[in-house]
């Protein structure tokens, strides 16, 4: 039996020892053994740390996004990972020690949780390693002036009645371009060449968010799981007047809600991995995040478009490098072991050597596991260099099933910060996660109720 994750192909520094779980006890890779141990250590840490189910009828689940459509600049982009803003009040409320809190969410997507604390009042800061969320997370949380306001109102007005002449080289990517007709491209190429000539860059940034915003209803294709899909009947052509005039609407509602809108205070989004080392500029007292999940999505082929439209991407080196900075959560890239093991002996172990003898739909599935837990590790390790003390932290983690074996990441997380010195204090479960009708048929009746999207919440001390 292999023990452990790729000795030969890590180097492994210093090794934190979880110890909770005694592998010695259990060496028989039977499905039904496995299965069984998996259950039982679940059971056993729910034992004394019963999981508390939520009403969720207000926000639905914290990740989702539906009523972040109807918030004032909540709604300037969706994000189909990204937190209910509702969420993210609740929790800086429930958890917050004084009004002088600092907030941090070191996966801070487009910038749900920034946005929430400047609308309270709090100082925050977020990492991300996506250079497109990043840039959107940036324009949200801006502080637009009076000058910003009439700019913009000017520029609106400039668009409606601009001749488009000029254009700008399509991306280096003919997958990309392939997903608009002829005439919509040279319209989204000739809007991206006006943007470039505007000299206010605030209302640049806004007016290039509007045309990021809305490429996927004029392409003929949609996000789709981890990529895209050919939309069925589409009236696929999308002139300079048609663009130019969903452009307009985007602009009236930046209009509107930065009318609408007092920031208390201000934010720092960083582009930064959270597995590496930073130092914040101030120490956070209440984090509230979510990361990737181990689902298999890639947000490097998902928003592809967009990163490629916004000069995100300009090579495929840069896809590349998105992806060697992310979680490691999906089996689209090779990836290689970057640090000392931070991750959980349960998974590196049992679950490693039990999905490597089964037949999944990708052979890189117990790796993914392995280093997953280990980044998640090393976040929860970099996190704590960056708290003051009685810091409430909050992760919002879906957890997951491959090969039958249910992955319940809530409580290994749980284990994983407990080793690390946090504090656990409760994890709170805000839906029942479905999975697929493959793993359906194969997951045990007893094993599913681990399938669940939940709150995890501990304290550093
Ligand atoms: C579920 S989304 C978070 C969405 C966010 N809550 C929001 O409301 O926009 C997870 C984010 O983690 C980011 N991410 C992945 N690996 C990362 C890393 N190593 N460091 C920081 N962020 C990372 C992804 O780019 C993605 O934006």
Redesign the pocket.
């Known amino acids: 039996m292999r023990t452990g994750f790729l000795l030969d192909e890590i180097n492994i520094v210093e090794e934190p020892q979880l110890d909770i779980f005694n592998p010695d006890k259990y060496v028989e890779t039977d499905s039904n053994v496995l299965l069984n141990l998996v259950n039982e250590y679940y059971t056993s840490f729910e034992k004394t740390n019963p999981i508390k189910l939520v009403n969720k009828s207000q926000f639905n689940t914290p990740?989702n996004?539906k009523q972040a459509k109807t918030s004032p600049i909540h709604r300037w982009y969706t994000?189909k990972?990204?937190?209910s803003p509702f969420f993210v009040r609740q929790f800086i409320e429930r958890f917050k020690s004084s009004d002088k809190n600092v907030v941090f969410?070191?996966?801070?997507?487009?910038?749900?949780?920034v946005v929430e604390s400047q609308l309270l009042g709090f100082n925050a800061y977020s990492?991300?390693?996506?250079p497109l969320?990043n840039f959107i997370?940036n324009v949200k949380a801006e502080q637009y002036n009076q000058k910003d306001l009439a700019d913009l109102e000017k520029e609106k007005k400039n668009i409606a009645t601009h001749t488009f002449k000029i254009k700008n080289n399509p991306p280096d990517n003919e997958t990309v371009s392939s997903y608009f007709t002829e005439i919509t491209l040279d319209s989204v190429l000739k809007v991206q060449a006006y943007i470039d000539t505007l000299e206010n860059e605030k209302v640049r940034n806004l007016i290039f968010i509007a045309l990021l915003t809305i490429l996927e209803s004029i392409s003929t294709h949609r996000k789709d799981g981890n990529g895209v899909k050919r939309k069925k009947n589409f009236k696929a052509d999308f002139g300079i007047d048609k663009v130019t005039s969903l452009l307009i609407s985007q602009i009236d509602l930046f209009i509107f809600d930065i009318k609408n809108t007092h920031f208390k205070s201000k934010s720092l989004i960083q582009s930064?991995?959270?597995?590496e080392e930073y130092t914040l500029n101030q120490k956070a007292d209440l984090v509230i995040?979510?990361?990737?999940?181990a689902n298999c999505f890639d947000?490097s082929k998902v928003y592809l478009v967009e990163l490629w439209f916004g000069g995100f991407f300009k090579s495929k080196n840069d896809q590349k490098s998105f992806r060697e900075?992310?979680?490691i959560?999906h089996v689209h890239y090779k990836w290689k072991c970057r640090h000392q093991d931070f991750g959980h002996k349960l998974v590196n172990e049992e679950i490693y050597n039990y999905l490597s003898e089964q037949n999944l739909w990708d052979r890189k599935i117990p790796q993914m596991l392995v280093g997953y837990f280990n980044?998640i590790g090393k976040?929860l390790f970099e996190l704590s260099k960056n708290l003051n003390k009685g810091a409430t932290v909050g992760f919002v983690v879906g957890n997951s099933v491959y090969g039958g074996v249910p992955i319940a990441t809530d409580i290994l997380l749980a284990e994983i910060g407990l080793k690390l010195g946090y504090k656990f204090i409760g994890i709170e479960s805000y839906r029942t996660l479905t999975t697929s009708s493959q793993q359906q048929k194969i997951i045990r009746e007893q094993d599913k109720k681990f399938l669940r999207e939940s709150l995890v919440i501990l304290k550093w001390n």
Do not use: K, L, M, R
């Open positions: 990740v996004f994000y990972e990204g937190f969410d070191p996966f801070g997507g487009i910038g749900t949780t990492n991300d390693v996506n969320s997370a930064q991995s959270s597995f995040t979510s990361p990737p999940y947000y900075s992310s979680i959560s980044d976040v």
